[in-house]
Antibody, heavy 121, light 107 residues
Framework: EAQLVESGGGLVQPGGSLRLSCAAS????????MSWVRQAPGRGLEWVSG????????YYADSVQGRSTISRDSSKNTLSLHMNSLRAEDEAVYYC??????????????WGRGTLVTVSS | DIQMTQSPSSLSASVGDRVTITCQAS??????LNWYQHKPGKAPKLLIY???NLERGVPSRFSGSGSGTDFTFTISSLQPEDVATYYC?????????FGQGTKLGIK
């Protein structure tokens, strides 16, 4: 069964950094683009970043552009999101999502259960 | 960015009722519109893709329609397990954007 499991969330101080990971299983990881989507407390879903199946192309929302790096390791079937200069508005549950496409991100047919990032001093 | 306006924000209906949620895009997105179901503490689930196509394994009581800027999501006969928040999402242009969600409950 295909599955995504996020990890790496936790409490971080404003201005700090964090690395989120997503372990993929049950499908050929390198064949699919992947994305991170977040949900701030009491708010809706927000697409944050995407990466092509090959890892050669990356995409970011303006809200995290310049502060975040998405990457993937197909040898370990792992997706990562490194975030720095964290702000209160980055506090959210971060979901890893598998795309239906291998290249340019399109939409998501498999999601993880999320990992919570709390930004507070 | 393309704005997605979803309504209503919350809804309560009886088991067996027909439920309809609407989503309006701020510009023409053709049929690049999906619907997801999200239950608390669980992974979001794709229900409808390309505005009207039912994802594999999703019950046929779920359906979608529309194109351009106006879209509709329907549950033909509400079941207790359908209690969740539902989101529309456009993928015509990055950044992909979601509606604000419709929280669906049972009366």
């Amino acid at each position: 069964e295909a599955q995504l499991v996020e990890s790496g969330g936790g409490l971080v101080q404003p201005g700090g950094s964090l690395r989120l990971s997503c372990a993929a299983s049950g499908f050929t990881f390198s064949n699919y683009a992947m994305s991170w989507v977040r949900q701030a407390p009491g708010r809706g879903l927000e697409w944050v970043s995407g990466i092509s199946g090959s890892g050669s192309s990356t995409y970011y929302a303006d809200s995290v552009q310049g502060r975040s790096t998405i990457s993937r390791d197909s040898s370990k079937n792992t997706l990562s999101l490194h975030m720095n200069s964290l702000r209160a508005e980055d506090e959210a549950v971060y979901y890893c999502a598998k795309d239906i496409n291998s290249g340019y991100p399109r939409y998501f047919d498999l999601w993880g259960r999320g990992t919570l990032v709390t930004v507070s001093s | 960015d393309i704005q997605m306006t979803q309504s209503p924000s919350s809804l309560s209906a009886s088991v067996g009722d027909r439920v309809t949620i609407t989503c309006q895009a701020s510009q023409d997105i053709s049929n690049y519109l999906n619907w997801y179901q999200h239950k608390p503490g669980k992974a979001p689930k794709l229900l409808i893709y390309d505005a009207s196509n039912l994802e594999r394994g999703v019950p046929s009581r779920f359906s979608g329609s529309g194109s351009g800027t106006d879209f509709t999501f329907t549950i033909s006969s509400l079941q207790p397990e359908d209690v969740a928040t539902y989101y529309c999402q456009q993928y015509d242009n990055l950044p992909y954007t979601f509606g604000q969600g419709t929280k669906l409950g049972i009366k």
